[in-house]
Structure formats: C-alpha cells, structure tokens
C-alpha cells in the first residue's frame, strides 16, 4: 500500500504558506537591534546604545557605536550641504 500525496491538496499547501509568512515576517519585523546593530541612519541611536554600552563596561562596543554615530552625522551633514549647494546654484 502506497501513500500518494494530492498536491493540490489545501492540507498541503497550507503549512507551506504559514512558513513562507511566518520567515517573512520574522526577518521584515525584528528589528537589528536584537543582533547588535542599530538602523545606520539614526545617529541618536547610536548614540544612546554607545552610552548604555560604556555604563556596562562593554568600552569596545561603546566605540564602534560612537563611530557608527559620527559616521552617520557626517553623512547627514553631507546631504544636507549639497541640497544647500544645489538650492544655491538655481538661485
């Protein structure tokens, strides 16, 4: 006695759905933070996580926080400037 799988089964597919959504989600909706990085555009983050960091004696990570965060400020900086020099140019 075989066993024959109906693949157009909804039996079937449905687990197959619930794991597509479920991996989706997991990897769209935690955010970085539970694996030791921070959004790169939010310098304050880094800021605060550099902080917290230093208060727990973790001074390697505090720097690399604090050099994330002047990266970021640096480039926002940069951005800035250049719509400003644009804006400049029309005028």
Do not use: C, W
Not at 20 to 48: M, Q, W
Not at 61 to 82: I, L, P, T
């Amino acid at each position: 006695m075989t066993f024959q799988r109906n693949i157009n089964s909804p039996i079937g597919i449905i687990p197959i759905f619930v794991m597509v959504i479920t991996i989706t989600i997991f990897f769209s909706l935690i955010p970085r933070v539970l694996y030791g990085e921070t959004p790169p555009a939010n310098a304050d983050a880094n800021k605060k996580l550099a902080i917290s960091h230093v208060k727990n004696g973790m001074i390697d990570d505090a720097v690399k926080e604090f050099e994330k965060a002047v990266e970021v400020s640096y480039n926002e900086g940069y951005e800035k400037g250049k719509l400003e020099a644009e804006k400049q140019k029309k005028h």
